[in-house]
């Protein structure tokens, strides 16, 4: 037997359908029973599709990447689907921030046609012959106030009655690099014997060769044999005032003797396009070991016995003579780990409070640390 069924399209079906390929399904089933109730197998017939009268659009980019003051080239692509006769159909692209659009550089089908622009839109009004479809290209720059990262570009076909949007829309993307010239940030250095330890780099003072310099991000650089380093494109300030970038030395890599006397790790200020000098003074020390115990503090106490006070200024009177650095040991005999450690605190304090005045002195470094042995009070 043969059944005949209809229905009538809506216009939601018609908006939802239109400008797709096979945008309309139409599917059959039967179901049957044997004469004894028994459930029969029948053969399913397969959807018949139908495409809807519309228009399909496609569009592609003639580049996947584009750096900011360059142009993109773009191909949008109008297919007419199930039309019968000539169609009247508004084309639209719209074009993401930071793009703008060069003007008369828009053709059809390989002839001159400057756009309806509004804004981010531009608009075409065109004649669609059945089975022909219809090529426009246009030209897009990209602003020095795009950023970095994937933009999406959409052209879609539109009914001139009610401005309904065909489904079928054609999607490009373009992703915006940066450009070593102008967006990147570039650092050079010097890691360098500071002779005179002011911490500038002063004519003469010769480079430290094989130091290593690691950045916050793991990146590793070792300088030459002048001390000189270089990073290339360290990273893209996300503004125009610049970003923070984190250097440090590493102190293992420098040769036997010498220590760190400039800021480390170091924080600099990245530019876009610019290049930021960050140095790493260094010098051999003089190093002043003081070993100290118990007898020199008021037992169970830790304040210093005032009978050793005087000791101290000859300390800071030996340690003005050049450069140095202050190494203190506290010899543990008592078993007493959180008084000598309060003990230590006390005397570096009195030590840098008598390093203070004067002003005109260099920064003391002061290390402790607290080992297990015989007191004494000595200085070498």
Known sequence: MVFTAYYTLTSEDIEAASGISDGVANQASATA?????EKMD???PGPTK???PGFAVEKTAAMPQAQRGSVVPYTITVKPLGLIKPTSVRVADVFPKGFVYVPNSATVDGSPSEPNIQGRRLEWQLEVEPEKNVE??????????AGYGTYTNTAQAERLDNDVVYRQKGIADVEIIPDPLFDCGDITGKVFNDTNRNGYHDQGETGIAGARVVSVDGLQVTSDEHGRFHITCADLPRTRAGTNYILKLDPRSLPTGYRIISEN?????LTPGKMTEVNFATSISRVVRLDIGHEAFIPGSSQIDPRWEPRLGSIVNMLEVEPSILR???RDNEGNQSLANQRLRELRSLLASHWKEKSNRYRLEIEAK?????????AQ
Not at 136 to 145: C, D, P, R, T, W
Not at 265 to 269: G, L, S
């Open 42 to 44: 029948a053969e399913m």
């Open 265 to 269: 790790p170091r924080v600099v200020r």
């Open 136 to 145: 426009i290209g246009i030209i897009l720059g990209v602003s020095a106030s």
């Open 328 to 330: 203190i040991v506290y």
């Open 33 to 37: 029973t044997s004469p004894t109730g």
């Open 370 to 378: 607290v080992e297990v042995g015989p007191p004494s009070l000595a």
């Open 50 to 52: 139908l495409t809807m």
